[in-house]
């Protein structure tokens, strides 16, 4: 089964703090995601990578910069948390969108991380 | 960001009903792909749809991939107390996913 892991369930930090969400995949996939889920909100793009070292804004990139360094990594950065950031983080994982390799449009989501920013 | 439509928001059923939902889209998919959320996880993928008119079994769940590629259903058959949670879909084309507002469904024993 493919896992993706995220280094931390809840967290709770500072309003200042740089944050650092971590998410490691063994599945070798190419694209990596960072969503943030907010109550009737849903679910939202703030950043993805579609190789090492490339990265993408997605919907709401303001306030987050995202690193990829080697292809299992993907982590998101809260360059200075705000009490507006407070939310699930979730990280998650796929092989490139080709319709002829079927099963590779799988989406894999990590179990989240709570942030929580005073 | 875009949001799928999705039916209906809540129900409650009786423990061995059968249960239904739907997701639309304004947009053609490649991809459908159904979730099951439970509170303070992630979600985790259900089924997953490659072409229109696929109808695809997972267990009790049942998932299909409408002809226009505009939608998806989902249905759980004789449901029990572990289905509670949020069910979401989600329609995939090439980078993007965009996902549904998501069905909460409680279970009565």
């Known amino acids: 089964d493919v896992k993706v892991t995220q280094s931390s369930r809840y967290l709770v930090k500072r309003t200042g703090e740089k944050v650092f969400l971590e998410c490691v995949q063994d599945m070798d996939h190419e694209n990596m995601f960072w969503y943030r889920q907010d109550p009737g909100l849903g679910l939202r793009l703030i950043y993805f990578s579609y190789d090492v070292k490339m990265k993408e804004k997605g919907d709401i990139p303001e306030g987050y910069s995202v690193s990829r360094e080697k292809k299992e990594r993907f982590s998101l950065i809260l360059e200075s948390a705000s009490t507006n950031q407070t939310s699930m983080y979730l990280c998650?994982?796929?092989?490139?969108?080709?319709?002829?390799?079927?099963?590779?449009?799988?989406?894999?989501f990590g179990s989240g991380t709570q942030l929580s920013v005073l | 960001g875009q949001q799928l439509n999705q039916s209906p928001q809540s129900m409650f059923i009786q423990e061995g009903e059968d249960v239904s939902m739907n997701c639309t889209s304004s947009s053609i998919f490649n991809t459908w792909l159904w979730y099951k959320q439970d509170p303070g996880e992630g979600p985790v993928l259900l089924i997953a749809?490659?072409?229109?008119?696929e109808l695809t079994s997972n267990g009790r769940l049942t998932a299909q991939f409408g002809i226009t590629r505009k939608d998806s259903f989902l249905n759980i058959s004789a449901s029990i107390p572990s289905d509670v949670g949020i069910y979401f879909c989600a329609g995939q084309l090439y980078y993007k996913y965009i996902f549904g507002t998501g069905t909460r469904l409680k279970v009565l024993a």
């Open positions: 998650a994982s796929s092989f490139p969108g080709q319709r002829t390799r079927r099963g590779n449009e799988k989406l894999f």
């Open positions: 749809l490659y072409k229109a008119g």
